[in-house]
């Protein structure tokens, strides 16, 4: 029953079955090479997205004096909301000499400016009655602050004036428009 007619092989030859089992395994080692080449480079975006995640973390302890929760981002919102509600009501010197300067005519000069956290008093000198009411006028519209006349003699000259300046409220709309 071992006749060589039983033995004979109906596929391919030796030297083809080598010749695809190598194939197969050149085949083989490259997918696993770039596979582990993938595993790698993830790994590496890995680690470099969690000492990114570390350190906005630390920045938002910095930023928020602690521990900043489950939702950092929007406390930082919230923080920031309340600092700009409180730097609306400043007196930012900055903008007020921005107002005094630019509605100033030619005959007024500021000698002082003294301010609090929301007000404060600017003192100077008009060369006539007329260029302190004009002055006046063009004050009143300033957006972001409120004169109002302290103490004016205007009987000499030069008029020396003082005037009360108040921060107006910038969540409010402006005088004089009707809703």
């Known amino acids: ?12 030859p030796e030297d083809e079955h080598r010749r695809y089992g190598r194939i197969f395994f050149a085949v083989s080692l490259a997918g696993a090479l770039f596979l582990a080449g993938q595993g790698v480079r993830w790994w590496q975006e890995h680690s470099r997205a969690q000492r990114l995640q570390q350190a906005v973390h ?4 910095r930023a928020l004096a602690g521990e900043p929760g489950r939702s950092p981002y929007g406390r930082l919102q919230f923080e920031l909301g309340k600092l700009k509600a409180q730097s609306a009501q400043r007196l930012d010197m900055v903008e007020l000499l921005a107002a005094l300067s630019r509605r100033a005519p030619e005959g007024v000069r500021i000698r ?16 006539t009655p007329n260029d302190f009411q004009r002055y006046q006028a063009a004050l009143a519209a300033e957006a972001f602050f409120t004169f109002s006349v302290r103490k004016a003699d ?16 910038r969540a409010a709309p402006p005088e004089g428009d009707d809703q």
């Open 1 to 12: 029953m071992t006749d060589e007619s039983d033995c004979q092989h109906h596929g391919l």
């Open 58 to 61: 630390g920045v938002y302890q």
């Open 112 to 127: 002082t400016i003294s301010m609090a956290t929301a007000s404060g008093v600017v003192s100077g000198l008009a060369a």
């Open 154 to 169: 205007t009987y000499a000259l030069p008029v020396r004036f003082e005037l009360n300046v108040k921060v107006r409220d």
